[in-house]
C-alpha cells in the first residue's frame, strides 16, 4: 500500500468532498428538528437505538442486498489493519438495527418500536441534496406483523412534517406482497423486458435476471415509457396480501391521509413484503424524495435471526431542512434572554458570580467579551447587545457595583426602557422572565 506524504504546513486541509460542517446558525435549525422528531417519538412510543457507524461489511451485503447502488457502488469500505477484517461505513441503519435487535434479543416478549438519528455514508456524486455524509432519521417496529404499524409509521412522518411546517409533500404506496406472489410477477417482467431488449441501459439488462424489479426504479429518463408499461406487481398479489393494503389505506383515509399509488416503488429485495412507502417532492428537483420506507418481513431471518415481522423507514434530514428553507422557514435560532456587558474587567468577578446564579435558574446568557485587550467600549458593547437578539441586555457598571445593583435594559419590547435592579432581587426577575423553549422558530 502507497503511504501518502503528510500534507506540507502550508496546504490548507478542507473537508471531503460531500462531506460538510454544520455551522451556526444552521446547526441552531438541525438542534431545533431534532428536538422536534424527539418530541414527536415519544408521543409516539418510539425509544431511541444507537448503533455503531462502523459495521462488518457483510451485514450491508446481506441487509442492504448485493444488487443494490449502495453495495454496488456506494459503500465506504476499508480493511481493519488488526485483523483484515472488511469494515463498512453504514450507508444506511436498518441492518444495524436488526443486528442490534438479534445479537440483544430485543424482540423477546414483545415488539418493540424504535427510532435513530445520525451520520450515514455512500460514495455518490455529490449535488444539491446528495452528500456522502448526510443524516438519517429513521423509525423501525419490529415484532409487529399487522398493517396498524405500517400505517402507524406513515402517520408518524406525516405528523413530523405537519409540525414542522412542511407543505407539499405526496405520499406514495404501492404492495410487494410476499416473495410467491413477486417470483410469479417477475417472471412476467422477464418475459416483458425480453421483449424490449433494445431499449434496456446497461444497467437494466445487466439486472434483467439478477433483479429485474429493480429495473422499474431506474432514474434514465430513456426508459420511463418502457418501465410504465411494465406489467404491475399489485396484479399479482393474493387475498391476504391485498386485505393487508387496503387495510393500511383504510387506516390512513380514517386519518385524512391522502397518498397516491406509485407502482414503480420497488425494493428489489427479498426480505421486502407488502407495504412500501416514499414521501417525497417537487421542489427540490431531481433530489426530491424525502423519507422511504416499507415491511421488511425477511429481514430478521436473512441476518440469522428469528424470523420476525418488521416494518420502518429512513429520512434524509437535509433534505427536511432544505425544503423548509424552500418554503420560507430560515430563521430558527436560538432564543436568548440576557447580553451581559461588562464596564470593565475589576467588575467580573461581581459580573460573572451573578451571571453563574442567573444560568442556575435557567437563564440564557452571553457575556461580552472583547476580542482584544479589555471588554470594549460600553458603546461597542450596546451594539453587540443589539444584534445579540437577546432581550435585556444587564449593565454592570461601576456605580451599579458599588450600589451591589444592576441596569436592566429592555432590548425588545419597550426598546430603552432601563430599571436598576439589587443583585438580591435578581432571582425574582428572573423567574418572570419565563423563558420560552431555548429554540424557537424566528426571533
Ligand atoms: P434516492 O432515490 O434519492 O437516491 P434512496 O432510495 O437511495 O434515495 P434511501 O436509501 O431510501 O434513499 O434513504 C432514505 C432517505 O435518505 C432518502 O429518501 C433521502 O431523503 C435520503 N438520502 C439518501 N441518499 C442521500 C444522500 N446521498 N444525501 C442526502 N440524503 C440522502
Ligand atoms: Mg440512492
Given at each position: 500500500m502507497s503511504q501518502e506524504l503528510p500534507p506540507s504546513r502550508m496546504d490548507k486541509l478542507v473537508a471531503v468532498k460531500g462531506m460538510n460542517d454544520v455551522l451556526p446558525p444552521d446547526s441552531a435549525r438541525w438542534e431545533w428538528l431534532e428536538e422536534r422528531v424527539r418530541t414527536l417519538m415519544t408521543r409516539y412510543a418510539y425509544s431511541n437505538i444507537r448503533t455503531p457507524i462502523?459495521?462488518?461489511t457483510a451485514l450491508f451485503v446481506r441487509g442492504t442486498g448485493e444488487s443494490t447502488d449502495i453495495v454496488e457502488k456506494e459503500m465506504y469500505s476499508f480493511e481493519?489493519?488488526?485483523?483484515?477484517e472488511s469494515l463498512t461505513?453504514?450507508?444506511?441503519n436498518t441492518p444495524g438495527v436488526v443486528r442490534a435487535a438479534i445479537e440483544h434479543n430485543l424482540t423477546y416478549g414483545g415488539g418493540r418500536r424504535l427510532y435513530y438519528m445520525g451520520p450515514m455514508f455512500r460514495h455518490e456524486r455529490p449535488q444539491r441534496g446528495r452528500y456522502r455524509q448526510f443524516y438519517q432519521l429513521g423509525a423501525e417496529a419490529l415484532g409487529f406483523p399487522g398493517p396498524e404499524l405500517d400505517a402507524e409509521l406513515i402517520l408518524l412522518v406525516h405528523n413530523l412534517f405537519a409540525d414542522l411546517g412542511l407543505r407539499n409533500v405526496r405520499v406514495e404506496l404501492n404492495s410487494l406482497g410476499l416473495p410467491e406472489e413477486r417470483q410469479r410477477h417477475r417472471q412476467a417482467l422477464i418475459g416483458y423486458f425480453s421483449q424490449h431488449l433494445e431499449a434496456l441501459d446497461g444497467e437494466a439488462r445487466r439486472r434483467?435476471?439478477?433483479?429485474?424489479?429493480?429495473?422499474?426504479?431506474?432514474?434514465n429518463p430513456a426508459m420511463l415509457s418502457l418501465v410504465q408499461g411494465a406489467p404491475q406487481l399489485l396484479d399479482y398479489l393474493g387475498d391476504d396480501s391485498l386485505l393487508h393494503f387496503e387495510t393500511v389505506k383504510t387506516l390512513l383515509a380514517a386519518c385524512n391521509v391522502r397518498w397516491e399509488i406509485n407502482?414503480?416503488?420497488?425494493?428489489?429485495?427479498?426480505?421486502y413484503s407488502h407495504t412500501v412507502f416514499e414521501f417525497a417532492t417537487?421542489?427540490?428537483?431531481?433530489?426530491?424524495?424525502?423519507c422511504g420506507g416499507g415491511r421488511y418481513d425477511g429481514l430478521f431471518e436473512a441476518l440469522g435471526g428469528r424470523s420476525t415481522p418488521a416494518v420502518g423507514w429512513g429520512m434524509g434530514l437535509e433534505r427536511v431542512l432544505e425544503l423548509l428553507k424552500t418554503q420560507?422557514?430560515?430563521?430558527?435560532g436560538p432564543s436568548l434572554d440576557v447580553y451581559a456587558v461588562i464596564?470593565?474587567?475589576?467588575?467580573l468577578p461581581h459580573a460573572m458570580s451573578a451571571l453563574q446564579a442567573l444560568r442556575a435558574l435557567g437563564v440564557s446568557i452571553q457575556m461580552n467579551a472583547a476580542q482584544?485587550?479589555?471588554?470594549?467600549s460600553m458603546k461597542s458593547q450596546f451594539k453587540k447587545a443589539d444584534a445579540?437578539?437577546?432581550?435585556?441586555a444587564l449593565v454592570f457598571g461601576v456605580d451599579e457595583m458599588q450600589n451591589k445593583a444592576v441596569a436592566v435594559k429592555s432590548l425588545?419590547?419597550?426598546?430603552?426602557e432601563q430599571v436598576v435592579r439589587s443583585l438580591t432581587d435578581l432571582p425574582d426577575w428572573a423567574l418572570t422572565?419565563?423563558?420560552?423553549?431555548n429554540l424557537q422558530p424566528g426571533k
Open positions: 462502523v459495521e462488518p481493519d489493519k488488526l485483523n483484515g461505513l453504514r450507508p444506511e434483467l435476471h439478477s433483479n429485474p424489479l429493480r429495473i422499474l426504479d431506474t432514474k407502482p414503480r416503488l420497488v425494493r428489489g429485495l427479498d426480505y417537487d421542489e427540490l428537483g431531481a433530489q426530491g424524495a424525502l420560507g422557514q430560515d430563521n430558527v464596564a470593565e474587567p475589576s467588575i482584544s485587550h479589555g471588554l470594549g445579540s437578539g437577546a432581550r435585556f425588545r419590547d419597550g426598546k430603552g422572565l419565563q423563558s420560552p423553549p
